[in-house]
């Protein structure tokens, strides 16, 4: 088993900044990849950004260019970088950590963009 614990969500005006951070504990193999996805009101939910251990990065259209992922290996934590947040970006942000092993799940964290 692996757990997640989340933080860093909230609320922000647009244009502003937030970043979120996911720490894994557990079952954790040096072998792994960490992300964030995403479920807007009445959306499916959608990857973000993902990082594996080697360095190699993922992110969505939507984000690329205003979102930055990066991890420390020796924390097993994962860290998400907005900026320039939109309204759309509103949604509950999940952590996702996957190995050879399988998938697990954060409890999800809000991040509401609004004036």
């Known amino acids: 088993q692996v757990q997640l614990v989340e933080s860093g969500g909230g609320l922000v005006q647009p244009g502003g900044s937030l970043r979120l951070s996911c720490a894994a504990s557990g079952n954790i193999f040096r072998i792994d990849t960490m992300g964030w996805y995403r479920r807007a009101p009445g959306n499916q939910r959608e990857l973000v950004a993902a990082m594996s251990s080697g360095g190699s990065t993922n992110y969505a259209d939507s984000v690329r260019g205003r979102f930055t992922i990066s991890r420390d290996n020796v924390k097993k934590t994962v860290y998400l970088q907005m900026d320039s947040l939109k309204p759309e970006d509103t949604a509950v942000y999940y952590c996702?950590?996957?190995?050879?092993?399988?998938?697990?799940w954060g409890q999800g964290t809000q991040v509401t963009v609004s004036s």
């Open positions: 996702r950590y996957t190995n050879s092993q399988g998938g697990y």
